[in-house]
């Protein structure tokens, strides 16, 4: 069994379907007994849904946007 962890190292390439048949079940094993990864699961599943309908150049705002918003976050330390 999958230790929650591990579960986080794999979600990409399982969204992804890059795991093999193997590892695939293990992570549906997993998410059959986990709230908590379930949760973060349909967390990635949106925010990737959402990522993949926007424009490039709107992806690219939201990261210098995400920069400015660490470097106040550092100035007010
Ligand atoms: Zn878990």
């Known amino acids: 069994m999958l230790s929650c962890k591990e579960l986080v190292a794999n979600s990409s390439d399982f969204l992804d379907s890059l795991l093999s048949l193997r590892q695939r079940l293990s992570v549906r094993m997993h998410l059959a007994m986990c709230y908590r990864c379930r949760r973060f ?3 990635m599943r949106l925010t990737q849904g959402v990522l993949r309908r926007l424009p490039q150049r709107q ?15 550092r100035l007010q330390r």
């Not at 992806?59 to 976050?73: F, G, P, T, Y």
Request: glycine share 0%; charged share 35%.
């Open 41 to 43: 699961i349909k967390q």
């Open 59 to 73: 992806i690219v705002e939201l990261d210098s946007l995400a920069a400015k918003l660490a470097e106040l976050r």
